[in-house]
């Protein structure tokens, strides 16, 4: 069979040509400027400029120096290699741009509008032409930004809560603020958190899987209110709100990454990739100038992290406090005499009724003040679960019933005041210190380091009164008649919260540590200085429980009833264990320049290797300057039917 030829009109054969051509020359334009972007970038090394990188969260971590993303979700990345190749991710981001406007990725969102931040700064950088590269709308960015509206950018620190393992240091997090948000725009502003999901762990499993970056965390963001409830209502923890001197562009650039934070996973760590770590990697998109993030690598004590924020970087534009109920609760209560506190707690127990004769016989201004504590009293045995709903509500109602018959007339207490010395000037939690001391007649050089944090002789300002956590702290000595080196004590852990007691509070006092510490036993060796004994090394583990009061002459005085559990090969069990008891007192002087501790401690070992063990002494810390002090101690030991005095002066610097 033959074929038969058709003829084809001239001016149909160049149409079809020219449209094939131009099909052509548009997909070669198309992919000739995805390309020519991707160029364009490299030639710039864009994949190398600290905003890039601080937007993908690389960093080189721990003991490697090669860099990659602390964000553990795979759907933060858009190459498979973007968790550790920057260039890589790069690439694959801009290729993701051209994407047809119905192609999803995280969210079912076009890529354009899932890494917002990416886009705007990757626009910026490279110029597209929108004509070339079509801008995709992204209508819930877009709502989600209008409701927000920050004008400004606000880090606020929540002071110590020694209730819970994962507020010891405090915390951190950041407040959008805006000016469409009417007189009480802090309140209504919402708050950027990093926090980990422990489940239904307990405080001491929380702990432990923190240390070892067993729980994933992440970002979230709040309406501020409830975490001013959260913090300041439940958890008594006053705030400090230190606003950020950040221009338009950087906070709505800060936001944008938010945006594309949301729901990715990073591994959470107790003591370095915390809440004020992440915080400040979000921090760094808008100032990536600053390195202030890289001595935390380690170590990041929400206080510290502060302070290199508002003093390193030249952030601080203004600072508030925001004290806690309790704080403001102690305030009123201190404008009472004794007995008028003490009718507060008798109504706000329902022990009597605010419209008791004893009560409307006072003055109408110190009734008033009684009928407040005695309601914000209730409020704070409420939220601490002390008292039940149904009869807490009638006793309130029965008190503000009451208050609102008294006429008055302008502000029946002043707000508390704002402490002296807020928690960005305080000591740094990093401490050495270099000495001299002696054990009976043996002398000895000292040598110390502590990466944190507070303990109880140290300068007071700027951390929570009655609170000390030790951690890692490390003491070295040699001896000096023979070049001894001991480990003479290594602190894993320290924490000890002495919170005093009055007519509206009741906490109990408590400690608990763990130490590796060298011990006098009795043996063969080198000389010890006292007679029989030698140094051994041991395990100490120690806790206990008791009440601390404010007493006269600005004296915190204190006792506890403990129990400790020592754990050494040269121990004839293997262990030595029994109860004790522990009594002493803080006082300060000059402004807290000096400091005093005497004390006075007990512990009878019955279980294991048996012997009575006691100790007394004074010690002192004055301050010298802002971050350097000298520290003395000198006790009286008794242990295993021998008696000695030991003393150490010690220099000692904080960073």
Known sequence: MRLRRTAIDPLVLRLVLALCALALCSGAHAETYEDELIAAATDRQLARDPVWLALLHFEATGFDPTPRSLADSSDFFLSPEGAHDAQAELEATLRAFFAPSDAVVREREHPQCVFVARYHWLRERLDFDPARLPPQPCPKFDAWREA??????????????????????????????????????????????????????????????????????????????????EYGDWE??????????????????????????????????????????????????????????????????????????????????????????TTVLRNEAAHLTPAARALAVEIARGERAPDDPEVAALAERERAVVLTVAHDSLRHSFLARDVERKPAAEQARRILLALSRIPQTGELVPPPAVPAVRPDQGHGTARGGLGAGWRRSRPFVQAGIRPGFHDLLDPQGGYTAGAAIDFLATELRVYGDD????????????????????????????????????????????????????????????????????????????????????????????????????????????????????????????????????????????????????????AAVRDYGESWVEGVLEVQMYW
């Open 148 to 229: 927000i509206a920050p004008t400004s950018v606000t880090l606020v620190f929540p002071e110590a809560y020694m209730n819970n393992p994962s507020s010891m240091f405090g915390h951190t997090l950041l407040r959008f603020d805006s000016s469409a948000q009417g007189e009480r725009r802090d309140l209504l502003a919402y708050a950027a958190n990093f926090s980990a999901d422990p489940g239904d762990d307990n405080a001491v499993v929380f702990a432990w899987r923190g240390i070892l970056g067993g729980y994933p965390g992440g970002f979230n963001l709040q309406p501020y209110y409830e975490k001013v409830a």
């Open 483 to 634: 070049g001894q080196v001991r480990l003479q004590d290594l602190a894993l852990v320290e924490v000890e919260s002495l919170a005093a007691r009055d007519q509206l509070f009741q906490p109990i006092s408590w400690r608990v540590s763990s130490h590796v510490v060298s011990l006098l036993m009795p043996g063969q060796g080198r000389d010890s200085g006292v007679p029989g004994l030698v140094d051994r090394y041991a395990w100490r583990t120690e806790g206990g429980a008791g009440l601390a009061y404010d007493l006269p002459g600005s004296v915190l005085g204190y006792g506890l009833l403990q129990a400790d559990f020592d754990v050494s090969a040269y121990f004839d069990d293997g262990v030595s264990a029994g109860p004790g008891a522990e009594i002493g007192a803080y006082r300060s002087f000059a402004d807290d320049r000096l400091r005093l501790h005497a004390y006075a401690e007990v512990l009878e070992f019955a279980l294991g290797q048996q012997h009575t063990w006691a100790r007394g002494g004074l010690e002192q810390r004055l301050t010298l300057a802002h971050d350097v002090a000298l520290r003395f101690e000198v």
């Open 236 to 325: 008594q923890r006053d705030l400090w709100e230190y606003e950020l001197a950040l221009d338009q562009p950087s906070i709505d650039f800060v936001l944008q990454h938010l945006w594309e934070l949301r729901g990715v996973g990073f591994a959470y760590y107790f003591f370095d990739e915390n809440c004020s770590y992440q915080l400040l990697g979000l921090l760094r998109v808008a100032r990536p100038d600053l390195v202030y993030w890289r001595r935390f690598q380690w170590w990041a004590a929400p206080s510290d992290t502060v302070r290199a924020v508002v003093h390193d970087s030249g952030l601080l534009r203004s600072v508030d406090y925001r004290p806690s109920a």
